[in-house]
């Protein structure tokens, strides 16, 4: 209850802190750009793009260098927008819900910001005027995004804002991460902790992590769960931990980290609290009538359940199990005896048989795709693994050494006066890396306590536990708040401390705590420093951990996680199953982060000639010579194939369970690759699954059911922007397999881009794009700051998106070379003081002295 009152109280701090750093509802505060300094602007005006007189970046895949265009003076570029935007976006027609009908370039940028760059936005990709429309000679609309561009940063200096972040607290992949770096415990942290709320295409956004009651009761009960397991409970209750196997799961294969010779099954990493004696039991799937799933095979299978790779049972499996006997189709073991520890627990089939199966229909890659199949004679379906479970521990004798003991007890007393002494040390380095800093005298007092309480009754172990657990339930470990001194001005900008930024750093680059590199320089005040602050970053993208911003941001960014939503119809799209939708999913989180790692340009993204594949999705891609369950960088076979467009996750998350959607993935193109997402549906318009089906005694294509769709006049205006882009991915069907025909009829992707430009497919698509590589970059960089800053990129955030990526446009765009940007922006070393800033108590008492 201690513990309870003393996390909760934190929290709510935090919270009010929070309510007081966030703007006033009742007014609109102009949002300007991080660029604060003249220098800094100077540098931004000399750019390119700045001056008029300089060169400008064009080009196909790689820039070119080609002159600029002449400046021209407001009064022209005011009625150039009179004339061909104006006309749509007016008071009254307001399209886009966006008005310019008294547009004047020489205040926009004062008066109306979000207006100013939502134009630049559109400009930028040639998405206005829409086609068919009358569009100015010449290159008058680049000269009227550049001035706008310039007017915007101009605005930017006069007023800097590097936007707002209340706090942020620990998500379930920061929390799960934390606690590894901590205690080498591998948790699974939606056990406890609710599922994350996105905002911005990111879990880690400020805004949508207001705690309530119920997320603070869930952080506290992770906390004493956690910590029993760390140290061990050598008086453990019974319990149960269940372990679920898809039915989307092909179980005819072998699975990872289960014995050579097996089946399907499945395997975890179990904790067991404690050495004694626990059960295993698998539950098996049932036909709708009650019958085991591949009861018709002509042999009883076995189940061999093994704790790190050693058998410890085998159950045997009576084909005429039913699920009306009293223990239905579940299987359990005699108490076995283990250790305590994390150990790896498996349950798989013994395989039986190999080699193909001649029957009555071609065998289905998703094994269980419908309990239906497998009670007719004459197809041969074998058992599917339902549930793997735990319970235990049973007459507990104690708790053996461990890896999470070894971290937690760096010290060992020898005697009761050596106990205290032995907790501080232990509370303090524990401490120290949570919190993220140097513990003070108020932080171990209250931490010590906890352990006070609990040795009275339980020993120095237990009260080690409590120490640990009020760690893992401190504020200062689940939050992470800014420092802001108390005399710091309202409505000013100030640099972040260096432990702050340190952490700031870290989960951006790694999705963790700092290391103990990082939080020695932060700790000596260096990191502030923009030498030390780059040399730092440098060396954290050369660490494996770096691998985060593949699987942690990229991921996010390109919607992977979508991959899971989609189910293929299994009789049209036998080849699927599960570990082919994981399988795609790691080929694009490797092969972003191999950009990464290797510093390659962002253009690569859509150039590139290579993916990584293991045996199973090279053979789906139709590539030979790839053996083996390890991925490995392969060069691509089929020409069609090409960067992200070519990879089997977007184009299976980007389609329905049995066809594919050219809608789907023009809007994903559009909002994810071009940061330029077209305007919701307007109402009342039936979805094309309305659209009939077949005419005239044959099925129609995807593109006759748009066609027919679209006649409507209010969606065209949309669709001739989204159609052409997924035209030209539809060879590839739902699963990423190319295809030239559909429902037997020949594909026709046919289409022209909004630019006019004629494409056909793919490669065609990548070039259209790669014209306009600026809006591509720019949408990267939108993405990559609102994920390291932990808030939504406001509009005035403009200024700093365009600096980032000119700065890197000469260097073709390097992948490392964003991130340093980034980095070094105001928006990530800065922050704006509140306007009604509430007195703070010094460091180390006070909820934002947190990292």
Not at 165 to 186: C, G, P, W
Not at 626 to 638: E, H, I
Request: charged letters at 20%; aromatic letters at 6%.
């Amino acid at each position: 209850m201690k513990s309870l009152v003393a996390a909760s109280a934190g929290a709510l701090s935090l919270l009010a802190v929070a309510i007081i750093d966030r703007p006033d509802p009742t007014t609109t505060p102009t949002r300007t750009s991080p660029f604060a300094t003249s220098a800094s602007f100077d540098a931004l005006l000399s750019d390119s793009l700045g001056d008029p007189s300089a060169p400008t970046w064009r080009g196909l895949g790689h820039p070119v260098l080609v002159p600029a265009p002449a400046a021209l003076a407001p009064a022209v570029l005011n009625d150039v927008v009179k004339k061909n935007c104006a006309g749509c976006h007016s008071d009254q027609r307001k399209m886009g819900n966006l008005s310019l009908q008294s547009f004047d370039l020489a205040t926009v940028g004062a008066t109306s910001p979000i207006i100013a760059e939502k134009m630049i936005g559109k400009l930028r990709t040639g998405m206005m005027p829409p086609p068919g429309r009358p569009r100015p000679a010449g290159d008058t609309l680049e000269v009227l995004t550049e001035t706008l561009e310039r007017q915007m940063d101009a605005v930017a200096v006069r007023k800097p804002d590097v936007g707002r972040r209340s706090f942020q607290r620990l998500n379930r992949a920061e929390y799960e991460h934390a606690i590894k770096d901590l205690l080498t415990i591998a948790v699974n942290a939606e056990s406890w902790l609710p599922l994350d709320t996105k905002s911005a295409n990111f879990d880690n956004i400020a805004d949508v992590q207001i705690p309530s009651a119920t997320v603070l009761e869930a952080y506290l009960d992770a906390a004493s769960a956690i910590s029993r397991v760390a140290v061990g409970d050598a008086k453990a209750s019974v319990s149960t931990s269940t372990y679920k196997v898809s039915r989307l799961a092909n179980q005819n294969g072998h699975e990872d980290d289960t014995p050579i010779g097996t089946r399907g099954g499945t395997a975890a990493t179990h904790y067991f609290p404690a050495d004694g004696e626990y059960v295993f039991a698998v539950s098996l799937h049932s036909t709708p009538i009650g019958q085991l799933v591949g009861s018709n095979a002509p042999f009883d299978e076995k189940i061999e359940i093994s704790v790190d790779g050693e058998r410890v049972a085998l159950l045997d499996i009576d084909r005429g199990l039913h699920e009306s006997e009293p223990t239905g189709l579940d299987l359990k073991t005699k108490p076995i005896t283990v250790k305590a520890g994390p150990r790896v627990i498996a349950a798989a089939y013994v395989r039986t048989f190999e080699g193909p199966v001649e029957d009555l229909m071609t065998p289905i890659g998703n094994s269980l795709p419908d309990t239906q199949i497998g009670i007719q004679d004459g197809i041969t379906i074998q058992g599917h693994m339902k549930l793997l479970s735990v319970t235990g521990p049973f007459n507990p004798t104690g708790v053996s050494d461990t890896p999470s003991r070894r971290r937690v007890f760096s010290c060992r007393p020898l005697s009761a006066a050596e106990q205290r002494p032995c907790a501080e040390r232990i509370v303090n380095r524990i401490g120290s890396q949570a919190y993220g800093r140097a513990l003070v005298s108020s932080d171990r007092k209250a931490i010590m306590s906890f352990y006070d309480d609990e040795a009275k009754s339980g020993g120095f172990e237990s009260g080690v536990r409590g120490a640990v657990e009020a760690i893992l339930a401190s504020p200062y470990f689940v939050f992470r708040a800014d420092e802001v001194a108390a005399t710091a001005k309202p409505g000013s900008k100030v640099a972040v401390s260096s432990s702050d930024l340190a952490s700031r750093l870290s989960f951006f680059l790694w999705g963790t705590l700092p290391d103990s590199t990082l939080t020695s320089v932060a700790q000596r005040g260096l990191l502030v420093d923009t030498t030390v602050l780059i040399a730092q970053t440098k060396r954290m993208l050369a660490d494996p951990r770096a691998d985060a911003l593949s699987t942690r941001f990229a991921a996010q960014w390109l919607r992977l996680q979508d991959v899971e939503k989609v189910h293929p119809d299994p009789l049209l799209y036998p080849a699927f199953n599960l570990q082919l939708a994981k399988n795609m999913q790691k080929e694009t989180e490797l092969f972003v982060a191999s950009l990464v790692r290797e510093n390659r340009s962002l253009l690569d993204l859509y150039t590139a000639d290579y993916t990584y594949v293991n045996e199973d999705l090279a053979q789906h891609y139709g590539m030979v010579d790839v053996v083996g369950n390890d991925f490995r960088r392969v060069r691509y076979t089929d020409k069609n194939r090409v960067g992200i467009l070519g990879h089997g996750s977007v184009l299976l998350l980007t389609s329905q369970g049995n066809r594919t959607s050219p809608v789907l993935r023009g809007k994903w193109v559009m909002e994810v690759l071009m940061g330029s997402p077209p305007p919701p549906p307007p109402p009342n318009v039936p979805d094309l699954e309305v659209t009939g089906a077949s005419k005239e005694g044959r099925m129609l294509t995807t593109r006759e059911r748009m066609e027919t769709h679209r006649s409507n006049a209010s969606c065209r205006s949309c669709h001739q922007f989204i159609d052409p882009i997924g035209l030209a991915l539809d060879n590839f069907d739902v699963i990423g397999q190319w295809r030239i025909k559909e429902n037997n009829m020949p594909l026709d992707t046919r289409g022209d881009y909004y630019d006019g430009t004629k494409i056909t497919g793919p490669r065609e698509l990548q070039q259209v794009l790669l014209k306009r590589p600026v809006p591509l970059v720019r949408t990267f960089v939108q993405n990559l700051m609102a994920y390291a800053v932990g808030r939504r990129v406001e509009y005035s955030d403009g200024p700093a998106i365009r600096q980032i990526e000119r700065s890197v446009r000469a260097k073709n765009y390097r992948i490392q070379d964003i991130v340093l940007g980034v980095v070094k922006s105001d928006a990530f070393r800065m922050r704006m003081v509140p306007v009604a800033q509430a007195a703070l108590p010094a460091s180390g008492a006070s909820v934002g002295s947190s990292r």
